[in-house]
């Protein structure tokens, strides 16, 4: 069975950075790929990036030109390059399967706040 541990996260201020990682046991990728997710508090969980096995990414509209997904096959390793961080990127992030509609366990996540 797949485990995915996210870290990375952390305290930054507005238009600082931060790299999150997701680590996998069993392999990185879902069926049809993998994405970072987020939460934020008394919000739905949302898509922020996913990237499929043929290497296509997706960002959500409000990451667009300041987040980068990318993966480290050998290292079964997913990062997620924030930059320009928001006030509003603050959130609980996650990694998980993407593009199949199919989901494992959610873990603990990561945490980002951005101060302002």
């Known amino acids: 069975q797949v485990h995915l541990v996210e870290s990375g996260g952390g305290l930054v201020q507005a238009g600082g950075s931060l790299r999150l990682s997701c680590a996998a046991s069993?392999?990185?990728?879902?069926?049809?790929?993998m994405g970072w997710y987020r939460q934020a508090r008394g919000k739905q969980r949302e898509l922020v990036a996913g990237?499929?096995?043929?290497?296509?990414?997706n960002y959500a509209d409000s990451v667009k030109g300041r987040f980068n997904i990318s993966r480290d096959n050998a290292k079964n390793t997913m990062y997620l390059q924030m930059n320009s961080l928001k006030p509003e990127d603050t959130a609980v992030y996650y990694c998980?399967?993407?593009?199949?509609?199919?989901?494992?366990?959610w873990g603990q996540g990561t945490q980002v706040t951005v101060s302002s």
């Open positions: 998980n399967y993407y593009g199949s509609g199919y989901f494992l366990s």
């Open positions: 069993g392999g990185i990728f879902g069926p049809d790929g």
């Open positions: 990237i499929r096995r043929g290497g296509s990414i």
